[in-house]
């Protein structure tokens, strides 16, 4: 077992994750993060952001959504100092659990193609990139 727990993240910690993602995870490619944007998460899904806490300091996230129909893997990070020691791996099993109790059947991860340092973190849980399909993005004004 972890020295660590796992536990759903509660608006008192948008500050911390917001400071956390600015160094443990990528920022490329996507519109910024707000304390809104995730207030609003936590309101709809208040289970949809996994923290993983190492006494009071904070050394990974994932966001495991669930729109009712399928499964989205957002925000897989763990600080630098901690990386190679499974927390990614228990975070992305513990998405995964959460997604096959609320009856979903394929998940999802968004992983920038230039992001080559994840790649083998996402293969190492299972997942393969999938050649057939490209994102298409609109920003929304």
Same mark, same amino acid.
């Given at each position: 077992m972890p020295a660590w727990t796992m536990r759903s993240a509660t608006v008192a910690d948008i500050a911390a994750v917001l400071e956390f993602w600015q160094t443990a995870a990528e920022g490329a490619h996507r519109p910024?993060?707000?304390?809104? &944007?995730?207030?609003?998460?936590?309101?709809?899904?208040?289970? &949809?952001?996994?923290?993983?806490? =190492? =006494?009071?300091?904070?050394?990974?996230?994932?966001?495991?959504?669930? =729109?009712?129909?399928?499964?989205?893997?957002?925000?897989? !990070?763990? &600080?630098?100092?901690?990386?190679?020691?499974?927390?990614?791996?228990?975070?992305?099993?513990?998405?995964?659990?959460?997604?096959?109790?609320?009856?979903?059947?394929?998940?999802? !991860?968004?992983v920038l193609d230039d992001n080559a340092a994840a790649h083998p973190a996402w293969q190492a849980c299972g997942y393969e990139r999938q050649a057939e399909w490209s994102r298409w993005v609109k920003p929304l004004p």
């Open positions: 910024p993060d707000s304390a809104q &944007a995730l207030e609003v998460l936590l309101e709809r899904d208040p289970e &949809a952001l996994l923290l993983a806490v =190492d =006494d009071s300091a904070l050394i990974g996230t994932v966001i495991a959504g669930w =729109d009712g129909w399928r499964c989205h893997i957002y925000r897989l !990070a763990v &600080a630098p100092e901690r990386r190679r020691q499974g927390i990614g791996r228990l975070l992305v099993k513990a998405a995964e659990e959460r997604f096959h109790r609320l009856g979903g059947i394929r998940v999802d !991860a968004m």
